[in-house]
Structures are given as C-alpha cells and as structure tokens.
C-alpha cells in the first residue's frame, strides 16, 4: 500500500488539480474514489482528527443533501453527521490526501504540499 492517499472525485476540478500536483512531484498515491467506496465511519473519524477539524467542518453545506437533510439543526451533532457523510459521500470536502498520520485537504491543492 501507498503511504499517500487521495480520497478522490475525478469530476472536481480541485480534486484533479490536486492529483496532478501530486504526481508533479513524483508521487503516485492510492487514489480513493470516495463517491464509489466511501470510508467507514472509523476511517472517518480517523481522517477528522488528522485534519483537527470537526465533522461540520468538513461537510460541504452548499450540496441540496445538506439542505435536504436538514444538517444545519444538527451541526452538533458529530455522530449523526458522520453518519451522513458515509451515507451520502457527496457532503465530505474534496480532495483529502492523507500520509501516515496527517491529512490536509486540497482547497487549495498546495495546501497538501505540508503533509508531502
């Protein structure tokens, strides 16, 4: 396995950029298309603590899921939004890059060159 992983959505303009970045610098990472395999709820929890970031803080509000779901009543309720999360993979914030212990999100995709 890769020590560089890229939770990855080829239809994201940062996430692409972000991989391209990557590979500029010789690194090929395991990329995770999360829409298609979502992490599990551990991972989740793991990759929020990497980021030191609460699961509100990671959720993409301006998704209809968001509103759909009614998320902003339940901004404070961390198990219930990771659950959404995992349910609908589409509210997590694009693209994470994790190595070992630490994890960055590409907004902008320079922001991983910390972790690199």
């Known amino acids: 396995m890769n020590d560089v992983i890229i939770y990855h959505n080829p239809r994201c303009s940062k996430s692409r950029a972000t991989l391209a970045l990557l590979r500029e610098k010789g690194i090929e990472p395991d990329v995770v298309e999360y829409l ?36 902003e009543e339940k901004k404070d309720d961390s198990g219930e939004l990771i659950r959404q999360m995992i349910a609908h993979p589409i509210l997590i914030e694009r693209p994470i890059v994790v190595r070992g212990n630490r994890a960055r999100i590409g907004r902008p995709p320079e922001n991983v060159l910390e972790i690199l």
Do not use: S
Request: net charge negative.
């Open 36 to 71: 298609k395999n979502p992490p599990d709820e551990n991972d989740l929890a793991r990759i929020l603590g990497m980021l030191e970031l609460e699961p509100i803080e990671l959720i993409r509000n301006g998704e209809v899921e968001y509103t759909e779901l009614g998320l």
